[in-house]
């Protein structure tokens, strides 16, 4: 194997410097794989016409480095979990936080990592996509988010030129503060936030610091497939837990799990709300065992019928709970602001890990936003979309029982999309989301909308769950989907 390393052109820096940092940025930007051969040291040095004692000094500094490891007699590897550049990411011992060790095995499912849907399965965009989780583009609020940008770019434009803070522009997290404190109940300051580029980013950050190969984490089953792909790309071993009515059942939690991640609000994706006896049952669980607590506040910002419960976090007296909130359902996606509400002893490390990963976020949007909250523009918006939502949701439901009444309907108390639960004479949720998209109407299984089944057999009644989001259809595109999808059932004598 040739390695693209290139040594012309003037360095202050000798060839075994130059030699090893070019090989580091190779393994820190993924184009040298985890367990990938390295060249012999012989070969290596052939190539780029250098000494073989140069070409082992940068190897020698690489395995003290821990990004490639020595397996006499095969030859050197990229390590399988390189670390990266720079200082220790993990908390400095003694902590309340430092890395779960593997624990004794329990039983655990060998998974690869699958395919991570952000985007609708579909060559091409259907006219009427029951997608989950997208919020109305109609909806946003346009001209005002024009007038916060062009007001923070105002003379403030030099922001645009400089780094910011990696754990996030301070006024953006003093308005999530308050924000998170007047609606999640959550007791919280600026300083134990961290702004992340969405969900996925920070679960990414908690991995590196939380996670090591044979780490054991439970996950609801099904689960968010987001989740679960970051945790089997960090080496864990995943413990599912099947969910009901009410969530996730602390008293089925494995022992051996060091860390379970948890939807309380809206379980993604058959959308129960975990009930309080259950949300003190899981505290006491992390009490007793030592466990993490992940909470992802998935879709809570959309609860219709009466209050919601308050955030897992706000029941939070130990400091064992990690809460982790978005504006992607609120706003958007493709604006691409997150946040966590971290325990003291992981704000340093994750602001270090943040920094390793990408520096900052935009200094722009999050400008924009600290003023649309703290100004009272973000909780207008909410309160638009709730009361639109809600009538999306009536609507789609009432559809469903003059339309579809063998369909029975779940998950409706809040977020963004509703569970259908197929009869079993209708086949399964892959023969009806076919003939659905047929007429040009897009709704999901549960592995199609970005969700994950774990060790779930193909006549497991999950296998004739449909996911339907409804937050992007108004009420007349509704009524149109429901009525190509009675027409293609209608045309299906096997399904109908």
Same mark, same amino acid.
């Given at each position: &194997? ?31 794989? @985890? ?20 070409? &082992? ?17 095969? +030859? ?5 979990? @390189? ?39 579909? !060559? ?27 007001? &923070? ?48 980013? +920070? ?18 089953? @099904? ?34 799990? !060091? ?107 999050? !400008? ?36 579809? @009444? ?27 989301? !076919? ?17 994950? &089944? ?43």
């Amino acid at each position: &194997m040739q390695l693209p390393i290139r040594l012309d052109g003037a360095s202050g820096k000798n060839l075994q410097t130059r030699i090893a940092g070019q090989i580091r940025g190779l393994i820190l930007d993924g184009r040298l794989a @985890p367990g990938a051969r390295m060249p012999a040291s012989r070969e290596l040095a052939a190539d780029l016409k250098v000494s073989r004692n140069t070409v &082992m000094g940068a190897y020698a500094r690489l395995v003290a480095e821990g990004l490639i490891e020595a397996r006499e007699p095969a +030859g050197t590897f990229v390590s399988e979990r @390189p670390l990266p550049e720079g200082p220790s990411v993990l908390p400095l011992a003694p902590s309340h936080f430092a890395a779960p060790q593997p624990r004794r095995q329990g039983r655990h499912l060998a998974l690869r990592v699958q395919s991570h849907q952000v985007l609708p399965p579909h !060559a091409s965009e259907l006219p009427f996509d029951f997608w989950v989780g997208r919020p109305d583009a109609r909806l946003f609020p346009l001209r005002l988010w024009q007038s916060l940008l062009v007001r &923070m770019l105002r003379g403030n434009a030099r922001h645009l030129c400089d780094y910011g803070d990696p754990q996030g522009l301070h006024a953006l997290r003093v308005a999530i503060a308050a924000h998170v404190g007047a609606t999640r109940g959550i007791a919280t300051e600026p300083g134990r936030i961290v702004i992340t580029n969405g969900i996925q980013e +920070g679960l990414n950050l908690l991995a590196c610091l939380l996670i090591q190969p044979g780490v054991q984490v439970a996950v609801e089953n @099904p689960c968010y497939r987001g989740a679960a792909n970051v945790f089997l790309n960090h080496g864990a071993a995943l413990l599912p837990v099947r969910v009901d009515r009410e969530g996730i059942d602390p008293a089925r939690l494995p022992e051996a799990a !060091a860390l379970v991640y948890t939807t309380p609000s809206h379980q993604y994706p058959l959308g129960a709300t975990l009930s309080l006896p259950r949300r003190q049952a899981l505290l006491d669980w992390a009490r007793a065992s030592g466990g993490i607590i992940v909470e992802d506040d998935y879709d809570s910002d959309f609860f219709y019928d009466g209050t919601p419960l308050p955030a897992l976090k706000s029941l939070d007296r130990d400091d064992v709970v990690i809460y982790l909130g978005t504006f992607s359902k609120s706003l958007g996606a493709g604006l691409r602001i997150g946040y966590m509400v971290l325990p003291a002893d992981l704000v340093e490390p994750s602001c270090h890990a943040k920094a390793l990963l990408n520096n900052c976020q935009p200094w722009l949007e999050q !400008a924009a936003l600290a003023a649309f909250i703290s100004e009272g523009g973000y909780a207008q918006h909410l309160r638009r979309m709730r009361q639109s939502y809600a009538a999306r949701r009536n609507h789609l439901c009432a559809g469903l029982a003059h339309f579809l @009444p063998q369909w029975w309907v779940d998950g409706r108390e809040g977020g963004m999309h509703v569970v259908v639960h197929l009869p079993a004479h209708e086949g399964s949720a892959h023969e009806v989301q !076919a003939l659905a998209h047929a007429q040009g109407v897009g709704v999901y299984g549960i592995d199609k909308g970005n969700a994950l &089944m774990l060790d779930v057999a193909p006549e497991d009644p999950l296998q004739r769950v449909l996911l339907l989001g409804y937050a992007a259809l108004d009420e007349t595109e509704i009524s149109e989907a429901l009525l190509r999808m009675r027409r293609a059932l209608a045309a299906a004598p096997a399904l109908a």
